[in-house]
């Protein structure tokens, strides 16, 4: 009569069978936890869109004109008309409520970033308008052109035409930021297979300035790591100074990238 013999696990059985129990109960308790903690960032990203949508209608109020006691009250501190160096920008934003002033849905928020203060506005235009009222200059201004008082004035901008505008002034002094210049460099270089060297070169100049730009605005201040980032943009700087003396043969090719009335020693 036949039977079962019975079965005797290995000890080695065994063990391996418990580690893979203990490996699996801690894989279960960290999905766990960040399950917990993907349910945390959800909560907390569901608070902030809360707040943003609490914060629209006060946006929009405060840049269209809305409501006139929500809006700060005029003075000086919503213009630049004192400043000396302003850089400035906008970009431009569809807005679906048809808003008065403006006959259709684009509207272009603009930036003006000085001591002080830093102002954001809304324009129904990308035209000259929106800088001479920040800059508070007028008709008048601009036909003996010269801004108001004989003041100074650098307008670090991109090479928008508007943006161009200020500097036709006696005082007004256009400073044109690294990022288009950098931009128009690239396409040269993409457009001119024999300009992929001197593309290369210029990209990596400008890369040093921002990199040791940005070491000088996080180091504390008077520290010695200061202090080395400064000596390090100076350097980034001379280079520079020295590749446009002696290196703008290829800028030639440029001018067919950059904006009518930019030249590239300007």
Same mark, same amino acid.
């Given at each position: 009569?036949?039977? @079962?013999?019975?079965?005797?696990?290995? #000890?080695?059985?065994?063990? +391996?069978?418990?580690?893979?129990?203990?490996?699996?109960?801690?894989?279960?308790?960290?999905?766990?936890?960040?399950?917990?903690?993907?349910?945390?960032?959800?909560?907390?990203?569901?608070?902030?869109?809360?707040? =943003? &949508?609490?914060?629209?209608?006060?946006?929009?109020?405060?840049?269209?004109?809305?409501?006139?006691?929500?809006?700060?009250?005029?003075?000086?501190?919503?213009?630049?008309?004192?400043?000396?160096?302003?850089?400035?920008?906008?970009?431009?934003?569809?807005?679906?409520?048809?808003?008065?002033?403006?006959?259709?849905?684009?509207?272009?928020?603009?930036?003006?970033?000085?001591?002080?203060?830093?102002? @954001?506005?809304?324009?129904?235009?990308?035209?000259?308008? &929106?800088?001479?009222?920040? @800059?508070?200059?007028?008709?008048?201004?601009?036909?003996?052109?010269?801004?108001?008082?004989?003041?100074?004035?650098?307008?670090?901008?991109?090479?928008?035409?508007? +943006?161009?505008?200020? #500097?036709?002034?006696?005082?007004?002094?256009?400073?044109?930021?690294?990022?288009?210049?950098?931009?128009?460099?690239?396409?040269?270089?993409?457009?001119?297979?024999? =300009?992929?060297?001197?593309?290369?070169?210029? &990209?990596?100049?400008?890369?040093?300035? %921002?990199?040791?730009?940005?070491?000088?605005?996080?180091?504390?201040?008077? +520290?010695?790591?200061?202090?080395?980032?400064?000596?390090?943009?100076?350097?980034? =700087? #001379?280079?520079?100074?020295?590749?446009?003396?002696?290196?703008?043969?290829?800028?030639? %090719?440029?001018?067919? %990238?950059?904006?009518?009335?930019? +030249?590239?020693?300007?």
């Amino acid at each position: 009569m036949g039977g @079962f013999e019975p079965l005797v696990p290995d #000890a080695t059985d065994v063990t +391996s069978w418990r580690e893979r129990a203990e490996r699996a109960e801690e894989q279960a308790e960290l999905a766990e936890r960040r399950a917990e903690q993907a349910e945390e960032q959800l909560a907390s990203a569901e608070a902030r869109i809360e707040e =943003l &949508v609490e914060q629209v209608p006060v946006l929009s109020r405060m840049l269209f004109g809305r409501s006139p006691e929500k809006t700060p009250g005029a003075g000086d501190w919503t213009r630049h008309s004192a400043a000396t160096h302003v850089p400035a920008d906008e970009t431009t934003w569809r807005v679906d409520e048809q808003v008065e002033g403006n006959t259709g849905h684009t509207w272009w928020p603009w930036v003006f970033i000085a001591a002080d203060p830093v102002v @954001f506005r809304m324009g129904a235009t990308r035209s000259t308008q &929106v800088l001479d009222a920040q @800059f508070a200059i007028t008709t008048a201004d601009r036909a003996p052109g010269r801004p108001p008082d004989g003041r100074r004035l650098v307008v670090s901008s991109d090479f928008f035409v508007v +943006s161009q505008s200020p #500097a036709r002034l006696d005082g007004v002094d256009a400073l044109w930021r690294w990022a288009p210049v950098r931009r128009y460099v690239i396409r040269a270089g993409d457009a001119h297979p024999s =300009l992929n060297p001197w593309r290369d070169a210029w &990209v990596a100049r400008i890369t040093d300035l %921002y990199m040791a730009h940005q070491a000088m605005a996080t180091a504390a201040p008077a +520290s010695p790591e200061q202090h080395a980032a400064l000596a390090a943009f100076e350097q980034a =700087l #001379a280079v520079v100074h020295i590749a446009e003396r002696h290196g703008l043969e290829p800028l030639t %090719y440029l001018t067919d %990238y950059l904006p009518p009335s930019i +030249s590239p020693s300007g």
